[in-house]
């Protein structure tokens, strides 16, 4: 609770839209302490009166009389990494949990709560183009007003990418395949009615995350606990901060009285690129007044005019969105935005 009093003190009379318990297993937590976290939030900062508090949670560690007593303290919508509906790519993917224990996580989630989002990854090792249909379609008759679906990606440092360095991680679909896929993706989801708002995330209209957003449109949030992140403006800067990520160092250190291991002043031109970074995901794209006040100077003409004939991106009353083929390769994009 220190942690958020210090927050607190920096972000005085800010206006509390927004509350996320995420990263590993919020669903772990006994929702009595989930109920006295948000009621000290209330004490801290005004909160809007139907603000969104989301909650995590592992199909594994779902339980009916858990889910009850996290809507009874305030949680009122629930996201739940089920990752695929197929048993063998479960396991791939090292979740613990079966499909069986996925749809029944659901179906408590769904009785508990009106609103409920789950995510899938896509691309994964052998599955064809049919595979990701059929499964896509089990998904959107699931689904209740919204979808995170996530094309596998391979990072360093990460388990997958290790074992992708030693050559073991095999059958993952090619870019064009993977595109194909993608492209599915838009189609099945619009029939089911879910609107692509964001690069990997469908909802029918109302039912977007309002707290996702948020990093999208590049505003300011409170990152609280073992390896979060934030973006807070205060003393008139933009910042960057990181908690520590270890439990064990992080409360030894939120207890001797600041949890931080990283608080810096974000530069312009690092604010520029996040900005186009995190705001050309979204299908209403980013506004280019903003763009101007955090960058000093417009957007090129010469690379917009050159993107836009390409039929990648759009630009009327004053936005820029990526059309659905420049969103296929944002990144090649963003990039040629940025190199002017």
Known sequence: ?????????????????????????????????VAS???????????????????????????AGRFSGYRDGGVNRISM???ALNDRDLQRLGRIHSVAEAQQAFDIARKTF??????????????????????????????????????LTVEEGTAFGDRYAVGKLRGLPEDDLAADMYEETQNICAKAGLNPYEVSNYAELGSES?????YWRYGDYAGIGPGAHARLTFNGKRHAIETWRNPTKWLAEAEAGNGESLCEIIEREDQVTEFLL???RLSDGIDLIRYKTLAGQELAGTKVDVLR????????????????????????????????
């Open 210 to 214: 309002r707290h996702n957003q948020v």
């Open 114 to 151: 009106d609103r409920v989002s789950f995510d899938l990854i896509y691309a994964r090792q052998d599955q064809s183009l049919a595979d990701w249909r059929a499964e896509l379609r089990e998904a959107t008759a699931m689904a209740i007003d919204h979808l995170s679906l996530y094309q």
């Open 37 to 63: 976290i948000l009621e000290r939030v209330r004490s801290l900062w005004p909160t809007s009166n139907d603000m969104e508090v989301t909650l995590e949670a592992n199909p594994g560690s779902v339980e």
């Open 1 to 33: 609770m220190s942690e958020l009093d210090r927050v607190a003190a920096q972000t005085p009379n800010r206006v509390l839209n927004t509350v996320f318990f995420g990263g590993g297993t919020p669903s772990l937590m006994q929702p009595d302490v």
């Open 309 to 340: 004939e390409l039929g990648m991106i759009t630009q009327e009353n004053q936005r820029l969105r990526a059309l659905p083929k420049g969103r296929m390769v944002l990144n090649s994009v963003i990039s040629e935005l940025l190199l002017g």
């Open 81 to 83: 990494g089920i990752q």
């Open 278 to 280: 995190m705001g050309l």
